[in-house]
């Protein structure tokens, strides 16, 4: 489930009892004076909502408002999150993106159910290569399309969603395996923003720690990334050092189906050239969470995916969704199916609430997430 609530305040802030649930069937509110989000921007992340929920896998929740003073937005976020109680009660699959945007402040909460070392490094990525940038260049819509598509994915990949597949995986740290919707190198890509840590809270000193330890854990595994990627490389046939060219030279000696995954920014590709033996290595990056998936025909990761409900999940069996990939690069359509599990009870209280507003309830967070701000 998503939810986008964008609200505009007075001043001295908006207190956490003042934000309103949306009405049911809604996932989005904008009470922000300018009225931020767009029609179809609004569309796009009910239907997210829609989807995540439908599946049973989780609750995601966006909130907007102009400004949190005197209280720190990190603490107002955290507030709310277990004030409404983000989450179905027993899984605490919940996330919430929090927006305060006159302070220019962008925090992400996870439900305890999906705050492990890798989702916590997820929601890293999310804010740093999804949020911040978008606001940074003056595009709140696409920071908020951006970022709710990346905590869904977030959830969707979740250790608690894919119990025996993730078990059964390698940490995305590792880039000796190919991994699903990933390629292996995509830990080491290098974020172009950087994230910032939690703020940490006099008044909710559990806050600090949790979220604290993750931002650190978060900031040294991309730190160790960008030197990865940028660590010197020598010729293995002369053993000259290697060049590293810029973006614009980097283009001549990339095919196609390359060039096309660099401009809808679902891969990076560095080229190391070599002067004596007029050679040039390519090296492929990826990133933890894209809008495009790769193609079955051509390989390329410029397919853009949409799915549709075949049938919905109950409380008494699973759904059926049809997912469908077209592919930008060679035009290729594939198509299959996917079974959901059945959706979760929620508890007597939220069971009433939900007649009034959109559902959630049950949901706990101890503090783990990321920060940002532009």
């Not at 951006?146 to 250790?159: D, F, H, W």
């Not at 008044?203 to 993750?214: D, M």
């Not at 401009?263 to 495009?292: I, K, N, T």
Request: aromatic share 6%; charged share 25%.
């Amino acid at each position: 489930m998503v939810l986008f609530c964008a609200l505009g305040t007075p001043a001295l802030g908006v207190t956490v009892e003042r934000v309103p649930r949306p009405a049911v069937g809604s996932w989005t509110v904008d009470l922000t004076p300018s009225h931020v989000l767009r029609p179809e921007v609004r569309a796009e992340v009910d239907e997210m909502a829609r989807s995540l929920n439908d599946r049973g896998l989780g609750q995601l929740m966006v909130v907007m408002v102009d400004t949190t003073s005197p209280q720190r937005s990190r603490e107002f976020a955290m507030e709310l999150f277990n004030r409404w109680g983000i989450g179905h009660p027993g899984r605490d699959d919940g996330a919430l993106l929090f927006i305060a945007y006159a302070d220019r402040k962008a925090e992400i909460i996870l439900g305890d159910g999906v705050d492990e070392p890798d989702d916590q490094v997820a929601s890293d990525v999310v804010m740093a290569q999804e949020i911040v940038p978008a606001f940074k260049r003056g595009d709140p819509n696409d920071a908020v399309r951006g970022g709710a598509q990346g905590l869904k994915e977030l959830i969707e990949n979740s250790r608690l969603n894919n119990p025996v597949a993730v078990a059964d995986a390698p940490s995305a740290a590792s880039d000796d395996v190919e991994l699903t919707d990933w390629d292996r190198e995509a830990f080491l890509r290098t974020p172009h923003m950087e994230v910032i840590t939690v703020e940490e809270s006099s008044s909710s000193p559990n806050v600090g720690l949790f979220a604290g330890a993750a931002g650190v854990l978060g900031a040294a595994g991309l730190a160790g990334s960008a030197w990865l990627r940028r660590r010197p490389r020598k010729c293995r046939t002369c053993g000259t050092p290697r060049v590293r060219l810029s973006e614009a030279e980097d283009d001549a000696h990339l095919d196609p189906g390359q060039r096309h995954e660099e401009q809808l920014g679902s891969m990076d590709y560095d080229v190391w050239w070599c002067a004596p033996c007029e050679d040039a290595a390519v090296e492929r990056y990826g990133r933890f969470f894209s809008r495009f998936k790769r193609c079955k025909k051509c390989g390329y990761v410029t397919g853009k995916q949409t799915s549709r409900t075949l049938r919905s999940a109950t409380y008494d069996h699973g759904g059926e969704v049809m997912v469908t990939v077209r592919c930008g690069h060679c035009e290729h359509v594939s198509t299959s199916r996917h079974s959901t599990p059945r959706r979760t009870r929620s508890s007597s209280s939220s069971s009433s609430s939900s007649s009034r507003s959109s559902s959630s309830g049950g949901g706990r967070s101890s503090g783990g997430g990321s920060s940002g701000s532009w």
